[in-house]
Every structure is written in structure tokens, then in C-alpha cells.
């Protein structure tokens, strides 16, 4: 199985402030990388997929890099509403695993 | 508007059988394969099953290989997943997910979530 490990597990940042988080696949996946978001009580909600395609609806904040094994997820303003749990998902091999989360919350 | 609304959770006691649902709605159900993720509490993300559009097919997480079975029905627009020889660890909010391709293996991704259904196992 691919595994992804994701960092860091939590942050805290101030409102505007350049966020970064990292995932990294055990395995080479191409750019077969997902990224969602979860806030607290909600189902996932999907932002990023293939890595740097932003989903319809997404605010362009959002963005993500990466290919191969080594994969980035920004949020170049970090506002209010960004409030949740983030998790990148390797969808090249079954099973599609999931990385470990990266909680991010406000300073 | 898409809409995905699982059911059939609840209290189970372990070595017990639990058959979740997931009714769809908003789009066309045979057009897309369809997942079961869930969430234990506190915890991460984890994928348990995927089934392409005509359930040809199929993949299972290790943890519930051989125990879980999921299905659909295409003329019900509803995704299935039996589960049987339920554990405590399999305690958790089980999320239905809409594909945003056709088959397993043409890398998509899950566009569309559930509510969930909560499966609690204890004695």
C-alpha cells in the first residue's frame, strides 16, 4: 500500500498569513494527489485534484504543487473560514489512501 | 444539485451484521463509480471501498477485506455496503462518495460527500 505522510499534524497561524503543508507519498504516484478540506461536524469537501487543478468554486487562495512523490498544499491568505483539517489522498493505486490530516487553526 | 444520504448506521455488537445505504440523487448514478470512506472518532480519513459504475470493479482497505462486501444498484440509484464480523475498531461515520470518473483505475477523484451514517460497535 502507498502510504502518505502529511506535515506538520497542526499549525496555527494569523489571519493572512502564507500557509504551507507537505505530503509526501512512500511511492511514486505521478500527480494523482487530491486535496480536501474538513470542517468540524462537515463531510470533506474536495479543493485541489491532480495536484494543482482547482476545483470548480474553490477560492484561488487555495492552490497545490507537486509530483512524484513530493506534494504541497498552500493557502496564500489564510482567512477566518479557513478553519478545518486538511488531508491529501493518493489516488493512483488501490487502496487510496489518505494522509494523516494537518489541523489548521487561527493565532 | 448532487445529494448523497447514507443510512442504516447505529449500535452493533461485535461479530454482528450492519448493511449501510447510500441513496443518490442530482446526477446520473450509472455514470460513476462510487467509494464508502469513513472516519473513526477524533481520527483521520480512511477509504474502504470503491465500485466502478457497472460493478466490474472492485476494491476493499485491507482492514475490511473479507469481511465487508459493497454493491450497488443502478436501477435504485443506491450504493450498498454489508458489513459483517464487525469489530470495535470499525467504530465510526462511514461517508458515501461520488467519483468523479466512471472506473476505479481512471484516477479521479471524490467530488461529492455524504452527511454519514455513525456504525457504533460495542457490547
Known amino acids: 500500500d502507498i502510504q502518505m505522510t502529511q506535515s506538520p499534524s497542526s499549525l496555527s497561524a494569523s489571519v493572512g498569513d502564507r500557509v504551507t503543508i507537505t505530503c509526501q507519498a512512500s511511492?511514486?504516484?505521478?500527480?494523482?494527489l487530491n486535496w480536501y478540506q474538513q470542517k468540524p461536524g462537515k463531510a470533506p469537501k474536495l479543493l485541489i485534484y491532480?495536484?494543482?487543478n482547482l476545483e470548480t468554486g474553490v477560492p484561488s487562495r487555495f492552490s497545490g504543487s507537486g509530483s512524484g512523490t513530493d506534494f504541497t498544499f498552500t493557502i496564500s491568505s489564510l482567512q477566518p473560514e479557513d478553519i478545518a483539517t486538511y488531508y491529501c489522498?493518493?489516488?493512483?493505486?488501490?487502496?487510496?489512501?489518505f494522509g494523516g490530516g494537518t489541523k489548521v487553526e487561527i493565532k | 444539485e448532487v445529494q448523497l444520504v447514507e443510512s442504516g448506521g447505529g449500535l452493533v455488537q461485535p461479530g454482528r451484521s450492519l448493511r449501510l445505504s447510500c441513496a443518490a440523487s442530482?446526477?446520473?448514478?450509472?455514470?460513476?463509480?462510487m467509494h464508502w470512506v469513513r472516519q473513526a472518532p477524533g481520527k483521520g480519513l480512511e477509504w474502504v471501498s470503491g465500485?466502478?459504475?457497472?460493478?466490474?470493479?472492485?476494491g476493499y482497505a485491507d482492514s475490511v477485506k473479507g469481511r465487508f462486501t459493497i454493491s450497488r444498484d443502478n436501477a435504485k440509484n443506491s450504493l450498498y455496503l454489508q458489513m459483517n464480523s464487525l469489530r470495535a475498531e470499525d467504530t465510526a461515520l462511514y461517508y458515501c462518495?461520488?467519483?468523479?470518473?466512471?472506473?476505479?483505475?481512471?484516477?479521479?477523484?471524490?467530488?461529492?460527500w455524504g452527511q454519514g451514517t455513525l456504525v457504533t460497535v460495542s457490547s
Open positions: 465500485i466502478s459504475w457497472n460493478s466490474g470493479s472492485i
Open positions: 511511492q511514486d504516484i505521478s500527480n494523482y
Open positions: 462518495a461520488k467519483d468523479s470518473k466512471y472506473q476505479l483505475h481512471q484516477r479521479g477523484h471524490f467530488d461529492y
Open positions: 491532480d495536484a494543482s
Open positions: 489522498q493518493q489516488y493512483d493505486n488501490l487502496p487510496f489512501t
Open positions: 442530482g446526477f446520473t448514478f450509472d455514470d460513476y463509480a
